[in-house]
């Protein structure tokens, strides 16, 4: 098991380089100027830039550069905002990014597990037709829209009531929280409720369960220690890739609820050609996926036995 | 009331007390205590309301809890009031404004920084010699009497302009920060501003050292300044925040983090930044040692959101959480408008174009088909519905109509016509075209914004350049950075771009179609329009340099080289609550050094006639 | 058959004969196909969705040629109209601009006047007939005012809130004001207050309600037989139009075929299918294959999504601003693929040690067999909800990138673009969100029930013998 986690691990830093060497290439290939500003400069101020962040190099010694600078951990300064240092803006917004989305992914697997197991027992009458109608209603109408509706909503629920219920934007406290992460777990929860129903229903018909009651076991017991059991591994295998996506991606809501989190940078990064920011990101974007899917796979393996983790056959 | 006045008393000693004693949490809870109510708010419902002689207590965390003061006996007050006390409050100050910016300020270097938010908080917590008042005149700033001459000009400065921490600003501080300014180290990008200082573009270029510019301090309260060439505009150039002064012996203490965050900064303005918390707030407290700290009525500024999305913001205000919003687009207008929220015009006026790409090779180097074009274009529907703002008007020529000429606006001075459209000309002019292209014209790529207007805009123009000429256009959509290296690199056929003026005279404008300027996208050649801006640029008299500067306009708007869309205009809203928010087409904007927050709602009579 | 052999002691016993016809009880037997099909014929809700389907195809493909409007045409006197209006209006001379009234005797610029304390401007009144192209005002001049400005509200101003700003005159001495902008034939409240620096705190409202009006030139564009004086119909909008004043059924129905056709349902399908094979051939070999297959999909999985759409937009050829929905199909599917291919391989993992695959290997199944038949129709659960899911990821994935210039291009609108334009005007004009969100939401419903419809007649635990 450990060797498999260390053996994984060293396979996690190939493929981080490789990220990083492709996001170079493609940052450097994609068109822009990454210093280019609102007024255009004369010949001097465009050499002097230039030099300063280290643009006027051949790319390979840029390349190189950068690779000798991130093995020891520093991702330079961002372009765009002059005066912070990559690293401390990861230190400074993906916590931000990591409560919401982790308070969202809590909403999203609770909310799966409870509404999966809700329409698989009432499989085909009317809860599950409800549920099933609010799930396509739920990923079909963009994460925007809810995001801007519910602001919207709290907006008049604050004035109905006569003091803030929840605040409309910002971050600083939980309550803060409370709205965005449940917008932005909303899309997650809608799948994994159906991914839930889908393996749940598969596994209510297995002989297994019915020995199971037919020895009188409690529902509970029989729900927690077998049914849930089997049918959470698709999700779990989503989970890690979804744990690395929701941290970071959740751009649209923080926007809209004004979170200081990595989402919108990433975005904004992007849209300014910030070079390091962009390449400090994936970086790290990267190491963290591949950190998650390493965790997802060992849990997976030790969820079900059935399951050797190096996946030879037997 | 007897009770109820003891009650009052005691909340404001409480009140007092905690301002003193407790500081501000960062970026977290923040309760108030208001003594009194407010008078129900207009436009609509208010969510504080009350009636007089009501103590409230707000505390974000747990909501409102009123306190009548005739349920509430002596005892039962203070221990109640105790008790609130306890929890982590900090008691509002009456005059404080809330605002929510777009996007975090990426640095606040006064040498080096060049976009708009930065511009609005150093405009507040920065002064350079001079400064803009409230009708948009320039006034004295550090310095309080000047005078300027052809070759170069004299700063001689108040001696209680100080700095925030205690220590007088000098005319060596304006040095050092104009030298930085073009230092090529520091690659400034709004160094261009300077190169009418003597030697400024040399030094820039590294032909110089930095310490040959054009300036110098005769003693610690007197400037010279040494001009390149005759600029009768400097006092508009010395308003721009790149000639704020910086203190030597500090900028060097910070070790290269000067302005990285409030304690890496020095302010010598109206207010302090107090608070930056990166993506997330900013916070803006009085300056007591300002020199003028005397006419600032707010306490604070506060700007506790940081999104760039117009719906967001727009709630924040229906919300109460902010109490100014910049400007806000057609859609949101209608919103507005359905909501009832208070809003207001401004005629911010500046002129957006469609630029043409001259370069050989490409259509639009065609004199016929741009004249097609114009002559197709109806500014009356264009305006009303697409840009549908009001207030925003035609553009007849490059100045804008409220650009400052000798004595009264340039444009009334030297007049140019209205643009008009017609179609049967732009058939017969596009005929022509035809021809000259042999036979075909291709299709026209048309580079704009992701904005929703933008878009808007793009599609617009698409269709009607189809259904009335004919003509083809590709709609190049791409991200801000992305327009701007296409246009440097020349490659569009159609831009639209603005122009955010620096100063209020003719040349901001004029000079952006000379051969050698940078921002010229379109390539634009013409001896003649670059031998009259040079002229204009070394001309003394005033009289005679307007002259100069009309006819270049004339020759590139009879050239077409590129085609006046509009004077841009906003629509912003503004709480009742707060007064004395001043708009400037050039300067910070908004303006909020004379800002206040009045208690006393403007009672609006209204007489329905008919 | 043979018989089996006997030992000694089993008396009593004589093989039997073998007789012959057996009554045959069970009915033929069906191939898997031939089975499926019969299961999905009898699933109502998946035939109610097929027959959905087809209907949104046909609104993509006959739609256009039987409501020939040009999805491309704006009508800017009819931006954001509610479904279902047509519009009469009368036709009337281009009116000229109003010329400035100056009152007499009245100082344009006075000096020293607080303008908070002016009184309201008196006899406000409006000059001649207001109509949709213009409506002009006149009032009687405020002494001490240095400008005036005019306010606009489709309800009566109060408390404060006197509405839209829709001008400013810049003298004391002129006392008119003519309003084109964005005129409707409703109530609209004019305000007019007099400023001297700051706005007096009392303002005149007058009532009016403007006449339908079109120019003689756009009455052409409908009718081009029209006269002055004429009342044109215009025609009606079923779903309204958008913030240009196209009309939105024809928008939804060229919107259908980039959505329906390509992006929307090609491009997850696609990615299912690369995701399901990567998934699959992974999950089965296991070993070494599985790892290089599994750390290449970290390894996609983690690369900065738009990035690489540009790039690989940029590689096929195919700048912005032309619409290369093949670029963009390719880009959107390899990029895609990684979240099937992980769930797929789980599945397999989780299948291959079942007997049933075992039995079927030591029937001598090889690989592919053993894919297509036994594990792979098992994952079909997995696998639909995963599409289900990844249809409006796509949807909207290329609505996000027609808002950055790399999806499909104007005047060429998707579903996706639309709803994000359309989301601005929500409040005021909900159609333009409600309308395309709507569609998506039914495609959707509609493509999971068959899907679900095909799970269960393709599932072979389900099988109805």
New interface residues.
Partial sequence: MVRYTLKRLATGLVTVYFIATATFVAMHAVPGDPLAGAKARTAEIQRNLRRRYGLDRPVLVQYGVFLENAVRGDFGISFTQPNRSVNDIIRHHFPVSAELGLLSLLFATAGGILFGAVTARAHGRLADRTVLFLVILGISVPSFAFAGLGQYLMVDLNRAVGFEVLPVAGWGSFRHMLMPALVLGLGTMAFFTRLMRSSLLEVVHQDYIRTARAKGLPWARIFLAHELRNAILPMLSYLGPAIAAITTGGFVVETVFAIPGLGRYFVQAFQQLDYTVIMGLTVFYGSFLVLMVIATDVVYALVDPRISLIGERS | MALGSTLERETREMWSLLRRALPAPP???RATIEPTSKPPT????S???GTPATARL?H??L??CRVASRTIRGNWSRQLLALVATLPLVARADQVVRL?IT??P??L?ST?S??TESAFVLGHVEEGLVTYGQ?GDLRPGVAESWDIRETGATFRLRGDARWSDGRPVTAQDFVFAWRKVVD?????????VMYTLKNG?AI???RLPATTLGVRAVDDRTLEVEFERPCPYFLGLVAIPTFDPVREDFYRSRQG?Y???PT?LLFDGPFVLSHW?????LTLDRNPLYWDARAVRLDRIEI?????????RL??F??G?IDFLRAI?R???????????????F?QGSPWFLAFNHRPGRATANAHLRRAIQLAYDP??FI???I?I??ARPAAGIIPSWTSGVKEAFRKEHPLPPLRPDLTEARRELELARQELGGKIPPL??LTF?T?GS??E???F??VL??RLGLDV?????????V?????AGDFDIAVTGW?PDYDDPMTFADLFASW???N?GAYRDGRYDALVRAAQSEADPAKRMSDLARAERIAIEALAVLPLYEDAY?YLQS?RV?GIVRHRIGPDPDLTHARISEE?????????? | MRAASFGEGAEGFAPAERRARVSRSARPSLSYWADAWIRLRRNRQALLSLAIVIGLFLFATVGPLLWRVDPAEPDLSRISEPPGRGRRATVLPDPPPMEDILAKGVEPHPDGVDGATLPAPSLLTIVGQPTTLSVRLRWSPVRGAAGYRVYRSPEPPGGGYLGLPVGEVKSGNTVSFEDTFALRPRPYYYSVVATNVSDSLRASTLEATPLSAVTLDAARLVRPDAALGQVITFPVRPFGTDGLGRDLLARMMAGAQVTLLTIGFVAPLLSILVGVLIGGVAGYYGGRLDQWLMRFTDFVLSLPFILFLILVRVALGSGPGRSDVTALLVGLVALSWTGEARLVRGQILQLRETEFVEAARLLGAGPARLLARHLLPNTLGVVLVAFTFAVPVSIFTEAFLSFVGMGVSPPRASWGSMCLDGFGTLLTSPHEFVIPALFISVSVLAFNLLGDGLRDALDPRLRSR
């Fill in positions: 970026g977290g809870e207009p436009a609509g419902t969510p504080w309301q707000e974000r965390g909501g409102v929510a996007e975090d990426p640095q270097d080096r060049n976009d009708h090529p180290a520091t690659a400034s990008e709004y160094a261009f573009q820039n270029a590294g983090r302005g990285a965050t890496d918390d990166h993506e997330a707030s506790p959101y940081i999104t760039n999305d117009p719906n967001a709630n924040l229906r919300d959480s687009g859609d949101e207008s209608r919103r507005a408008e359905v909501e009832r929220l208070p809003m207001k015009s005629a009356r529907e009303s519905a697409v549908g009001p207030g790529s048309w992701t929703a878009a808007r793009a599609e617009y698409q269709y189809k259904k590709v709609i190049d959509k791409q991200t801000f950075k992305q701007l290296a296409k246009e440097n955010v300027n940078a921002n996208h629509v009742l007064q709602e403007p009672f609006r009579a209204w007489s329905a006639t008919r």
